[in-house]
């Protein structure tokens, strides 16, 4: 029998709020001697927990109806972040672009695209700003603010301007992305050769020559080179260094990049590349050094000479059939090699002088020291200091060549990769493995497995 309503309690009615305060809950008791609580007592009590924003009256019609549970009843706003401010860039930022590879691997020489040249008042940059975010509330009507954009100063380098959050380019010339800040750099335009009329280039920024480079001139630039015709027992020094009708070394000169050497053809010349060497047509009877790579695309390869890369050498062909001493070599640094060389001369002159210098010293301490004029004594002197420099000199050349030895010793990866022939008078080396080819080869792959020299079908 269900009690009279005058003998039911009041209901129990509890408001919990989380940490955040973030939402809010009610929990009523459930008790069979307890009435039903009421949408106006439950809105007092959530008015005197100071509840005062996000209440949902039909959540409190169902905690109402259905006590027991607890339910939520009130749910703030969370607030929305602003998002940073963003630099979007009208040119390519990659400044170690490379010729396109075909599906084939083989290479497109038509489309290196090294040069970003922009004009005066031409768009570099521009500043999308940081949007602020939207503030949020919780359910005691708190404003909670949101966490705010950050702005990003534009990355102002030289001959730009600031217009509107816009980079604007102040002269004509090359554009460049260097230390995060955009730069325009005038590019030097020779419409010639490089020779008499023109006297030798030394340049910060970018070389364009749409003639040749003749014999003993020079091109020295901070920037990248373009020789639309040959370079001719000349110097050419740059970044990546394009010579579109190939270099004619005739056994003088050089071609010296700090980046990649793209060139038609290589004839007794000198090329050294801290990147990567490529080659449409061939090489022929020069040093070729290339810390990762030399590619040769044409049909006659590789013949006479030596080719040093660190990772791989790739061409169709490699020597001819008249057994030409041609030598390739992978799996080492070419620059260290080249400083392991040159201190183990280095070192020799070195030494040779210390001793000349330890023996003009036991001569003259063999003498009466009382005897010795001020001119000996003077002389004396100096060669003890020499003394001691020689003697330091050695022994830092000394503990340089056994860290280069060392690290010689760790670099043996590499592959020589021949996708027609390998010829007698092919001199293979990789790492510290070393095979003289005896018969030709074909479609070959060279690489070291577990210590040893072996090859595989080219791929």
Do not use: W
């Not at 183990?344 to 301490?365: A, C, F, G, P, Y």
Request: aromatic share 4%; net charge neutral.
């Amino acid at each position: 029998m269900i009690a009279p309503q005058a003998q039911l309690k009041e209901p129990d009615i509890q408001v919990l709020v989380e940490r955040d305060r973030m939402e809010a809950f009610v929990i009523i008791s459930a008790s069979t001697n307890s009435r039903l609580a009421t949408v106006d007592e439950v809105m007092v009590k959530l008015e005197a927990a100071g509840i005062r924003y996000g209440v949902n009256q039909e959540s409190i019609k169902r905690v109402c109806q259905q006590p027991g549970p607890k339910l939520s009843v009130a749910t703030g706003q969370h607030p929305k972040d602003g998002q940073d401010a963003q630099i979007v860039y009208t040119f390519n930022l990659d400044k170690n672009s490379k010729p396109a590879e075909n599906e084939n691997g083989s290479v497109d020489y038509k489309n290196i695209n090294l040069f970003t040249t922009v004009s005066e008042g031409d768009i570099l940059a521009e500043k999308i700003p940081a949007v602020p975010g939207k503030p949020g509330i919780d359910v005691l009507g708190n404003s909670i603010q949101p966490k705010p954009g950050r702005d990003l100063p534009l990355p102002i380098g030289k001959n730009v301007i600031a217009v509107e959050g816009k980079i604007i380019a102040g002269i004509s010339g090359q554009v460049m992305f260097i230390n995060n800040k955009v730069h325009v750099v005038p590019v030097i335009v020779i419409n010639g050769d490089i020779d008499f009329s023109s006297g030798n280039i030394e340049f910060t920024g970018n070389v364009t020559v749409k003639g040749s480079v003749q014999p003993g001139f020079s091109i020295k630039a901070g920037g990248d080179i373009e020789v639309q015709g040959t370079v001719s027992g000349g110097i050419v020094e740059g970044r990546n260094i394009t010579i579109r009708m190939g270099i004619q070394g005739m056994h003088r000169g050089h071609v010296k990049a700090s980046q990649n050497v793209y060139a038609k053809f290589i004839e007794n010349s000198n090329v050294f590349a801290d990147g990567d060497v490529y080659v449409s047509d061939v090489i022929l009877h020069s040093r070729v050094n290339a810390k990762h790579k030399v590619v040769v695309e044409g049909r006659r390869g590789i013949v006479g000479g030596q080719i040093t890369a660190g990772e791989e050498i790739r061409s169709k062909v490699a020597g001819t059939q008249l057994a030409i001493v041609t030598e390739l070599e992978v799996g080492v640094n070419p620059a260290l090699r080249e400083e392991y060389h040159n201190l183990r001369k280095d070192i020799h002159k070195v030494e040779n002088t210390l001793d000349q210098t330890q023996k003009s010293l036991q001569v003259m301490r063999s003498v009466d020291q009382g005897s010795l004029t001020n001119e000996k004594r003077e002389l004396l002197l100096k060669l003890t200091k020499a003394q001691f420099q020689l003697a330091g000199q050695a022994e830092t050349m000394r503990n340089r060549i056994i860290q280069i030895e060392a690290d010689l010793d760790q670099i043996r990866q590499g592959r020589i990769r021949i996708a027609e022939g390998v010829y007698p008078g092919v001199k293979i080396v990789v790492g510290t493995n070393v095979k003289s080819v005896r018969e030709t080869l074909r479609f070959v792959t060279f690489y070291v497995d577990d210590g040893e020299l072996k090859t595989s079908t080219y791929n």
